[in-house]
């Protein structure tokens, strides 16, 4: 079995050769990964299943169909993703080229999650071939049956020289990162994106890392309550509430707050029948120390339960929950919940509740409901988060056109479409100069004067190539 | 509290009342920034002139000229730059409102470096104040008549509380890391930016590292040599070599080694006379341990043009050095001065070879009369920026990032990229809560017919101009066949 240090020397290797360079390579890559997905859909499900219970749906539109969608915009758009950018110039360099060439990083390493282990993984994977890496990939042994799999797939689809999968748990991924990459793109938690970003600034790699949070989901003015329901209950507990992108907790008004939990009860019954545990279409709890820490914070919430509480130990099962009456102290405010439990706080002033969601680290995602576009724009333009959606969860990160990323804790750099490209790759600038016009040269070599400084003040400034 | 956690915390304070985020406010302060620059000339000339030496017109031409400039650029560009940016929907979204919002990130930490301390602490600072933030301005204490200036000067101008200016040396600063920022903007050694980046690391704050390297310079058999030697000379001996992006290092054949030299010694003679000593438009190096470094990197190589010296004034001639291989000292560490060694290959393949055994540096430059061998330098290495047939004047070009790779750094900066470093690009969707019932194919209970219609609903892009373009087409044949059994029948 190769080392990892084994394993990087050959993919520098391959990339000092210039193998991924040519588009025509990428785009064999990329049309293998995608004949990837395609051969192995059944298979995709299946760990997907074994691992997180998920369902079939889900898996197909939230791992196999976002990850095909992603594919066919990299292969549409890669020959104009990689031509140079001109840009515009001064009087003085009017007769150069000036151009922004987009050129891969080297070996890069992307850290997979284990909540949508396939998307999170392959998804960056699409912008790191794209832009001409060699990519080493780190699936989350977390969910085990998704690793296995990749682990056999990528070396029957990819090249194995420039693409390799190292598997291991913590200790072997701190290993990994002693190693020179790159670039480095994590996606996980605050905790862990500590360690990589000390382990990355050893070699002053730059690093993309996409985080979480609590996404608050703020719920004021007018709304028609029974569709913000059906959103709201779809958001949060699609796989389980394990989403980054999950709304975390509502605030609302108690009004709000009355009409919305019959609502949401309601929902829930036309989702997933009277017997949620029974129902093919809701996922399980990852691990047994993961369904432990919800329990916990179930078990400790000083809030009321109004809407499931059910569970089993065994099935790693917790039902769609929904707690009212939380106070900000809560202990379902200490973290980012990732699970299938929805906090109401309830607070009368949309100002006191954007009060609130100020005193909270920078969240993933920001989501507000309703109606009256006034209350959106109040919302937009006083808070900060990586997106922003109203009237809808989790929604805003499947469109290929916007970055999708992090801001303060909940991580930097961004992703996804035409971003996922740029993230992977150097911008460098390009200036060609001609040998002519060495007499206007002159006004810059010693000795200096005014004379020669006023005249190239005006040939510098951006402004005078307006007047050709 | 330190001074360095209250300039911080007042920063912070001040950023939270929101008065950044309108754009009037961000231009105000930039009017101010240019006033400052403009009115102070004569004292941030002085200081730089005690720091390094360097003559007045040399700071305007190199320090405040470009500040000025991407000021003036902020101000026209900053409603272009700070709206909202559309993007393409898809099919499921034509109907809601899909844009990428700029917003600020909040408290920007800008630590300046000691060899352009105007410029390379200012021009940050212009995309910082632009991009709605609040900017601790942390100058190098190492030129210290212009920290001192900049600290006495700049609230003057700026709004003290938004932009504070905090000086100090290394535990100082260290201070300054402790505190959390949402952004840290260093320009300096590498060594450094990785205790920049580690610290950052804390807080999980994101940085942009402006750091060094050494930049080689190939001069290809094939081109204007005289022409090429006036613009290596020029761009090596600026501010005595202490520039980032100055050619580091020559590599040229054998057979135009003598020439090469000859040019650039008359070139010298040209720009700072027969005595660069008593020449105003000749600058120092800035301390005596920099003095010292650069010194003892000549042991071992020729010197074929200078070489004398003056410690008290910590002055070093223009001096070129032959007789110099891959292993020498001068080729061990980033020179920084201004010793200008020319090392012979026999190609540009070995120059390619030599150039990609090392780190990635922050300009790569090339003078060839070939655009054939021109590409395959661009093809064949890595760097920041590639200049071909000039040195440093792509730092002038606003519409060019400016920023480095590997070890020479990462993100960039200039004009509009200075602005979108320092910025948060939000992802904005905005959706009403109607049109429900399209909505319904992607809830439970999942029936194969629901995933058959989500996947095509769901996530296809639409490309909205080829579509655009398929009615009119479609329009058109629609007319054409109108028109022919109407009339041509």
Redesign the interface.
């Known amino acids: 079995m190769e080392s990892q240090s084994q394993v990087l020397e050959r993919l520098r290797t391959a990339f ?1 050769s ?1 193998v991924t ?1 040519p588009e025509k390579f990428r785009r064999t890559q990329l049309t293998n990964l995608m004949s990837m997905i395609k051969d192995n859909e059944e298979q995709i499900v299946n760990a997907l299943h074994k691992d997180l219970t998920k ?3 889900e898996a ?2 939230s791992e196999v ?2 990850v ?2 992603e594919l ?2 990299a292969l549409s758009n890669l020959t104009s993703w990689m031509q140079p950018e001109y ?4 009087l ?2 009017k007769l150069d080229e ?1 151009f ?2 987009r ?1 891969p ?2 070996v890069v390493l992307i850290i997979g999650p284990w909540n949508y282990p396939m998307q999170l993984l392959i998804v960056p994977l699409i912008g790191a071939i794209a832009a001409g890496n060699c990519v080493v990939i780190k699936p989350s042994e977390v969910s085990a049956a998704t690793d296995n799999l990749i682990t056999e797939l990528i070396p029957k689809y990819l090249s194995k020289d420039c693409y390799a999968v190292v598997r291991g748990g913590a200790k072997e991924t701190q290993a990994l990162l002693k190693n020179r990459f ?1 670039h480095i793109f994590y996606t996980g938690s ?1 905790a862990v ?2 360690v990589v ?2 382990a ?3 070699h ?1 790699t ?1 690093v993309t ?1 996409e ?1 979480g949070g609590k996404c608050p989901c703020l719920i004021y003015g007018r ?2 309550a ?3 329901a ?2 709201l209950v ?1 958001s949060k507990f699609f796989n389980a509430g394990q989403s980054c992108v999950a709304p975390d907790y509502v605030l609302c008004s108690k009004a709000t707050c009355d009409a919305l939990v019959p609502a949401l009860r309601q929902v829930l019954e ?4 009277s017997d949620i545990q029974k ?4 996922s399980r709890i990852v691990t047994p120390k993961h369904w432990t820490r919800l329990m916990g914070l179930l078990n400790r919430t000083k809030g009321k339960v109004v809407v499931g509480g059910e569970h089993d130990e065994k099935d790693r099962y917790i039902a769609p929950t929904v707690v009212v009456d939380v106070a900000e102290d809560d202990a379902l405010m200490e973290e980012e919940i990732f699970g299938p439990i929805l906090p109401i706080l309830t607070i009368e002033s949309l100002e006191e509740s954007i009060k609130l969601t ?1 005193t909270k680290e920078k969240p993933l995602a920001f989501y507000v ?1 309703s ?1 009256e576009s006034s209350v ?1 724009k109040k919302v ?2 006083n808070s ?9 969860g989790i ?10 990323g992090g ?3 909940s ?4 992703y996804h479409g035409h971003w996922g490209f740029e993230a992977f790759s ?10 002519a016009l ?1 007499k206007l ?1 002159a006004l ?7 004379e ?2 006023s005249w ?2 005006w040939t ?4 005078s190539c307006s007047i050709m | 509290m330190s001074r360095q956690q209250l300039a911080v915390q007042r920063a912070r304070k001040s950023f ?1 009342t929101g008065k950044t ?1 309108p754009l009037e406010s961000r231009i105000h302060q930039l009017r101010n920034l240019l006033r400052f620059v403009t009115e102070r000339r004569k004292d941030i000339a002085e200081a730089v002139k005690k720091d390094l030496s360097k ?1 007045e ?2 700071t ?2 190199f320090e405040t ?1 470009g500040v000025e ?1 991407e000021i ?2 902020a101000i ?1 560009k900053l409603a272009e730059w700070a709206a909202p940016r559309p ?4 099919l499921l ?1 034509v109907s809601d409102e ?1 844009f ?2 700029p ?1 600020p ?2 408290v920007v930490l800008i630590i300046g470096a000691w060899n352009y301390p105007w410029a390379v602490t200012l021009q940050p600072l212009v995309g910082a104040i632009a991009a709605g933030n609040a900017a601790v301005i942390k100058p190098s204490e190492v030129c210290c008549h212009s920290a001192k200036v900049m600290e006495e000067l700049l609230p003057r101008y700026l709004d003290k509380d938004l932009y504070p200016v905090v000086t100090g040396g290394v535990p100082e600063t260290q201070e300054l890391l402790r505190q959390r920022f ?1 952004h840290i903007f260093y320009t300096g050694s ?1 060594t450094v ?3 920049v ?2 610290a ?3 807080n ?1 704050t ?1 940085v942009t ?1 402006e ?1 060094g390297g050494k930049s080689p310079c190939y001069i290809d058999k094939n ?2 040599i005289t ?1 090429a030697c ?2 290596i000379t ?1 761009g090596k001996f600026v501010n005595c070599g202490q520039t980032c992006i100055a050619p580091d290092y020559v590599l040229c054949e054998p057979s135009i080694q003598s020439r090469v030299q000859e040019e650039i010694k008359n070139c010298i003679k ?3 006379t027969d005595d660069p000593k008593t ?4 600058g120092r190096i800035i301390n005596k341990r920099h003095f010292k470094r650069i010194m003892a990197l000549m042991e071992g190589s020729t010197v074929v043009v200078g070489g004398d010296s003056d410690e008290s004034q910590c002055y070093i001639a223009p001096t070129v050095l032959k007789n110099v291989t891959g292993e020498s000292k001068v080729m061990k560490e980033e020179i920084f001065g201004p010793l200008l060694p020319i090392i012979t290959v026999s190609g540009v393949d070995e120059a390619i070879q030599f150039i ?1 055994e090392r780190e990635k540096p922050l300009v790569i430059y090339v003078f060839s ?1 070939e655009n054939k061998l ?1 590409k395959r330098v ?3 290495t ?9 040195c440093l ?2 730092f ?8 480095g ?3 020479s ?4 900066y200039h ?1 509009r990229y200075g602005f979108d470093q320092l910025s ?11 049109m ?1 019932g399209v ?1 319904s194919m ?5 029936t194969a017919k ?2 058959g219609w ?2 095509f609903f ?4 639409i490309n909205l101009g080829r579509l655009r373009r398929m009615m009119l087409l479609a329009m058109f044949v629609g007319v054409a066949s109108f028109v022919v059994q109407r009339f041509l029948r």
């Open positions: 000092e210039r360079i369902p079939k749906f197909i539109l169909e976002i095909m969608n066919h915009c840009v515009s110039k001064n003085a360099t000036c922004v060439r050129e990083l080297g790159d605050q994106a500590r970003l000390q990355a600034a050893v002053l730059p890392l985080l709304v028609n029974t569709a913000a059906h959103r779809w036309d989702f997933y029948g129902s093919p279409d809701m100020k409901f109606d959106v937009l333009e900060s988060s990586g997106g922003f959606c109203s009237n809808d929604v805003h990160m499947a469109l290929p056109g916007l970055p999708f801001v303060g804790n991580g930097f750099g961004h150097h911008q460098r600038a390009v200036m060609l100069r001609g040998w060495e040269n810059r070599y010693p000795p200096y004067s005014d020669k400084l190239l003040r510098t400034s951006p402004k | 939270q985020k003559s017109h040399g305007e031409l000229l400039g003036k650029l026209e993007v393409e929907k898809s979204t899909v990428v919002h917003e990130l909040g949402d590498s930016g990785k205790l980046m580690e950052a690391a804390r999980l994101p590292l750091l081109c204007d022409v006036r613009r020029w040209e720009f700072y020449f105003e438009d000749y990609n009369n021109i661009i093809a064949e890595s760097s920041g920026a590639l200049l071909a047939n000039d004047v792509h002038t070009v606003s519409s060019l990032p400016f920023g790779v590997g070890h750094g990462m993100g960039c004009g948060h690009m939000r992802s904005c969707l905005i959706k009403q809560l109607k429900e909505n992607r809830y439970p209970p999942h629901k995933l989500a996947r769901l996530l296809k892009q």
